[in-house]
């Protein structure tokens, strides 16, 4: 395949753009060959969006009833809303949520999801659902298991087991687009036990643990009473802060937690629309430093608005915030997924480089080169102009439309699963687990 025509960004950090057909063999850029040509005059090729940290769980949670007194804080929100939305689903309505969330995530140009995945009644095999969805899409995808003790005991175990059999079946099946790491709920619904055992599984398996950290003060006040250190000393104790593990959130930890995290070379998943939502409080992204990527933490997957509203949220405290930051954090969030395909140079398009871009109709009306481009992504861009993506050389979707899957049925079948979905939750109450040290 050769895309011709084309202004191509080839580098988001540092931005580099060049105005050279890319070719496409056997998956990867190439730096000459290619059978087909498409047509890309006039348009903006860019590497694939990766985002960062999300939930496809919730992807059939838009708009769905809610009855109970409105949450106040951050424990009450998982309490009332996600804590009930994850015992309710099944088998059917995980596969219509991943495919919803995954459509969505191509049609928006973001061709990577690294995805943290809870459903507490369905749990063994639960990974096997969420990657052959996605994998029929034909999106790449870092999955996990959302290890916990809010559901008891054998829940947390069976959320280990879970992570350990996918990881399993990722090293013998060697599958194309999907890879694993050892996921888990956060320090304040885990048991010492069950985090040495999330730890052990990471290790074993040579891959990072994904867990949420400090998201809200809450955390830190459970860390702290459980036995007196905050979440990333205990988990630092645990052993569980390497250059593998990512962090969601990091909004509550304090300058000495972060040295702890920087130290470890671990990473952090900046969330900043559900942050705002969610009312949690502000990342320290100054201080949080390079390692910052992004994710939607469920929000959808269109990295055009979350990196957009990160931005916007930053320079409200901080006029003097480069415009390169948002593509800066985008690299990052590429590097991430790299390492766990083992592939450093994904969100690079050059040779040798996985084929996972994005062409952007967009009919420039400023000149489009390495130090105006930044200027574009901020104020220009959006999903609203992606028109096709292509996931290691397979186009997955052509003028706006999936091209692996009926884009309509997909949409009419999720559209009755998440009726069913609502009434089971309907009936389900609010979480009773407590955090120690108040909410
Ligand atoms: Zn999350």
């Keep these: 395949m050769i895309l011709a025509g084309a202004t191509v960004v080839t580098s988001l950090d540092p931005v580099r753009v060049s105005r050279e057909d890319v070719h496409v063999v056997g998956g990867r850029i190439a730096a000459t060959g290619g059978g087909t040509s498409r047509d890309c005059s006039g348009c903006l090729v860019v590497p694939g969006n990766v985002c960062a940290h999300t939930?496809?769980?919730?992807?059939?949670?838009?708009?769905?009833?809610?009855?109970?007194?409105?949450p106040t804080n951050f424990t009450q929100i998982l309490q009332r809303i996600w804590w009930r939305l994850d015992r309710a689903l099944d088998e059917d309505s995980i596969r219509a949520s991943a495919l919803v969330g995954g459509m969505e995530a191509l049609l928006s140009g973001t061709t990577t999801l690294v995805d943290h995945h809870a459903s507490p009644n369905a749990i063994d095999g639960s990974?096997?659902?969420?990657?052959?969805?996605?994998g029929s899409l034909g999106i790449r995808a870092v999955l996990c298991y959302e290890t916990s003790d809010r559901d008891g005991l054998d829940r947390a175990r069976a959320g280990v087991a879970e992570n350990r059999r996918f990881l399993n079946r990722v090293r013998s099946e060697e599958l194309p687009l999907a890879r694993g790491m050892v996921g888990a709920h956060a320090s304040f619904t885990l048991s010492d036990d069950t985090l040495a055992a999330c730890t052990e599984a990471a290790h074993d398996h040579g891959v990072g643990l994904h867990i949420?950290?400090?998201?809200?003060?809450?955390?830190?006040?459970?860390?702290?009473?459980?036995?007196?250190?905050?979440v990333?000393?205990?988990?630092?104790?645990?052993?569980?802060?390497?250059?593998r593990t990512l962090l969601a959130h990091g909004v509550h930890l304090d300058d000495?937690?972060?040295?702890?995290?920087?130290?470890?070379?671990?990473?952090?998943?900046?969330?900043?629309?559900?942050?705002m939502n969610n009312s949690i409080?502000?990342?320290?992204?100054?201080?949080?430093?390079?390692?910052?990527?992004?994710?939607?933490?469920?929000?959808?997957?269109?990295?055009?608005?979350?990196?957009?509203?990160?931005?916007?949220?930053?320079?409200?405290d901080d006029g003097g915030a480069g415009g390169d930051w948002p593509l800066q954090r985008l690299a990052e969030s590429a590097h991430l997924a790299g390492r766990a395909f083992g592939e450093p140079l994904l969100g690079v398009l050059q040779p040798g480089a996985p084929a996972d871009l994005v062409v952007l109709d967009y009919a420039a009306p400023?000149?489009?080169?390495?130090?105006?481009?930044?200027?574009?992504?901020?104020?220009?861009?959006?999903?609203?102009?992606?028109?096709d993506v292509m996931v290691a050389g397979q186009w997955v979707v052509v003028d706006r439309r999936l091209a692996t899957v009926d884009q309509q049925q997909l949409a009419a079948e999720a559209l009755g699963e998440a009726e069913r979905l609502w009434q089971r939750l309907d009936e389900i109450g609010p979480h009773e687990f407590?955090?120690?040290?108040?909410r």
């Design 434 to 438: 407590e955090p120690k040290g108040g």
């Design 212 to 230: 949420h950290a400090a998201e809200d003060a809450a955390d830190e006040r459970d860390a702290m009473a459980r036995d007196g250190l905050r």
């Design 256 to 275: 000495e937690e972060i040295r702890l995290v920087h130290a470890a070379h671990s990473s952090i998943a900046h969330n900043a629309r559900s942050n």
């Design 366 to 387: 400023t000149p489009v080169h390495d130090q105006s481009f930044a200027g574009h992504w901020v104020f220009g861009l959006s999903a609203r102009v992606v028109r």
């Design 232 to 243: 990333a000393a205990r988990l630092d104790r645990a052993g569980a802060l390497d250059e």
């Design 55 to 70: 939930h496809l769980y919730s992807a059939l949670a838009r708009g769905m009833p809610y009855a109970l007194a409105p």
């Design 281 to 316: 409080g502000r990342a320290r992204l100054h201080a949080l430093g390079g390692r910052v990527s992004l994710g939607t933490d469920g929000i959808g997957s269109d990295m055009f608005e979350e990196s957009r509203t990160a931005f916007f949220r930053l320079r409200e």
């Design 127 to 134: 990974l096997d659902v969420v990657a052959d969805a996605l």
